[in-house]
């Protein structure tokens, strides 16, 4: 143990820390891990910016175009349609096609889209057939991630072990290098879901509407502004009613004239408000001497019928913008044309009150009141997804045929090795803007620039461990412990521990961690590092025991009204299934 090993190590403690309390966002955590080493003098600039010329870092930048590319020309627009058709014959039936439709998705095309892709049609199909949307919401990401490990671009953790194997002198890992030991885990978790996973799933009882679902128990009351009211002449958003007492104005009418919500509004006297509010706040609203309560009911889904508005329910998707701010702070009204947020389910409750002042998270689920140019604004924000009505993508024949040959094209000159990945990325990302498939705003809106910056942090991890030696000493160790039982046993611990840190931290973070350690692991036995990396790759993807173990668990947590103990219930027998399938199909596949 040197000073530099000490060093290293302690900084990797406290970004493991950082990680797993969530204090702050993934991609300013891995910032701060390769600013601390560089500035400890760990690393040097050159070594510490190394990261983001990574190939692993480009090539995942470029897929995520292409797949924004793909789903933007309609390409995949009839898959929803199948499903539907299929849910609507048999629960069973649309269970497997579920998985089978995401697992082969995800193969190829970014998981977190797929599963954005067909939530929408999922929670339709549910209520349609009558099932509770807890029962298929779980098989849809777990189906999305056991696709993902069957080839190199299925999933950046993936094309991130091959960058980390390629920065030590290693062969990068080959496309369809994943596909044989992905296919057993696909097959085996279909099977596991299907005979007994099924009957561990929730089943959430069905609301009839989404006031119920979400439990509003407020009330519309009208009141009206009287001459004197201290909010008369001043706009909506600076009124006493909104500022002091929080009340969420739905509706203004005057002279019999409904008018469209704006937080610049001016207030006028005789206006007639609609506003949805909780029981206490309204014995304060009849106390206000400056307003007159027209009448009060409880609120129904009906009772947002102004300018065509409806309710819809949307959820902050994983690495938002939005992720920790509150509506206030997003100003999420003006921003939105006047869209109202009615209630947030957070994690395990629903919340009713001070929802402005509501701290946001992935996966939350807003309940919001939007007519439909509002709505459709909505949908093309990146940082919400609607989730309560599906509506299918125009099918663009002019982009698909070089959309689809494109794609292709990019596949089979990294599998064929005609060209490394990067380039064949790269190359099918200029093709894309050239042949007008996507424009060049989309293509840089289609990147998660959070992903891109966490890679490049992370990777900086892997680099200290492997100069100053930590790497070396860290798999001294595991060998001094298990190797004793071989190095069989020595991959089915690095299997485990992968699995289970990814569980509580990011897959990605994870992955940085422990691939540097897993070669050199393999190096110090003298036995190929191959398996040892594929344990990595695999088990970082493999997460299903809770639900922040990666991106699409979370997004579906809200949605699927789960708790933290159902993804223990249904993912820890998986995991377990799939840490003794990988001990036995790894070693065959890819020989120590």
Request: net charge neutral; proline share 4%; hydrophobic share 50%.
């Amino acid at each position: 143990m040197t000073v530099e090993i000490g060093i290293v190590l302690g900084i990797i403690l406290l970004a493991v820390i950082l990680f797993v309390t969530e204090r702050l966002s993934i991609d300013t955590v891995a910032i701060l891990t390769m600013v601390l080493f560089m500035a400890t003098g760990i690393l040097t600039p050159a070594e510490g910016f190394a990261g983001f010329s990574n190939p692993a870092t480009i090539t995942v930048a470029s897929m995520f175009i292409i797949s924004s590319a793909i789903f933007k020309s309609g390409a995949l627009s009839n898959v929803g349609l199948c499903l539907t058709r299929i849910g609507r014959k048999s629960y069973l039936l649309c269970l497997l096609l579920l998985m089978l439709i995401a697992g082969s998705l995800s193969a190829f095309i970014n998981d977190t889209a797929v599963v954005a892709l067909l939530m929408p049609v999922v929670i339709q199909v549910s209520k349609d057939i009558r099932v509770s949307p807890s029962k298929l919401l779980i098989p849809l990401s777990f189906g999305s991630l056991m696709g993902g490990v069957c080839t190199l671009i299925g999933t950046s953790t993936n094309i991130l072990v091959s960058g980390i194997a390629e920065a030590q002198g290693l062969e990068p890992l080959q496309m369809f290098e994943f596909l044989p030991a992905g296919i057993w885990f696909l097959v085996a978790g279909i099977l596991y879901m299907f005979f007994i996973g099924r009957y561990l799933l929730p089943d959430r009882k069905l609301a009839e509407n989404l006031s119920e679902e979400f439990g509003l128990g407020n009330y519309i009351t009208e009141i009206v502004l009287l001459p004197g009211s201290p909010s008369v002449g001043v706009p909506l958003q600076q009124s006493n009613l909104v500022r002091d007492l929080d009340i969420e104005v739905m509706q203004v009418t005057r002279d019999k004239e409904r008018l469209q919500v704006f937080p610049s509004l001016i207030l006028r006297a005789n206006d007639v408000l609609k506003v949805l509010i909780g029981v206490e706040k309204l014995k304060k609203l009849k106390q206000d001497q400056g307003v007159k309560l027209k009448s009060e009911r409880k609120f129904r889904d009906e009772d947002v019928g102004m300018y065509d508005s409806m309710l819809y329910e949307a959820i902050v998707t994983p690495n938002s913008y939005m992720e920790g701010k509150s509506l206030k702070e997003l100003n999420f009204r003006a921003y939105n044309y006047g869209a109202s947020v009615l209630a947030i389910r957070h994690r395990d409750e629903i919340v009713h009150e001070k929802l402005a002042h509501v701290k946001l998270s992935a996966g939350d689920v807003l309940l919001i009141t939007a007519n439909s140019d509002q709505a459709e604004k909505l949908r093309q924000n990146d940082d919400i997804l609607i989730i309560s009505q599906t509506v299918r993508s125009e099918f663009k024949y002019g982009k698909i045929v070089p959309v689809m040959l494109i794609s292709i094209g990019v596949v089979l000159a990294a599998a064929t090795g005609l060209v490394p990945i990067v380039l064949s990325a790269m190359v099918g990302v200029v093709a894309m803007v050239i042949f007008k498939c996507i424009r060049l705003d989309e293509a840089y809106d289609a990147i998660d620039w959070k992903v891109i910056f966490m890679l490049g942090g992370v990777l900086s991890m892997g680099a200290a461990l492997e100069k100053t030696g930590a790497a070396k000493l860290l798999a001294d160790y595991l060998i001094i412990g298990v190797g004793q039982y071989g190095p069989h046993a020595l991959l089915s611990v690095f299997f485990f521990t992968t699995f289970m840190t990814t569980n509580f931290m990011s897959n990605n973070a994870t992955a940085a961690l422990l691939a540097p350690i897993a070669i050199v692991t393999a190096q110090e036995l003298g036995v190929s590092e191959r398996p040892f990396l594929m344990a990595v790759a695999y088990a970082a993807s493999l997460s299903f025991m809770t639900p922040m173990g990666y991106q699409t668990n979370t997004m579906i947590y809200g949605p699927g009204n789960y708790r933290f103990s159902d993804y223990l219930k249904v993912g820890t027998p998986l995991n377990l299934l799939f840490w003794i399938l990988a001990s036995l199909i790894i070693p065959f596949f890819f020989p120590l």
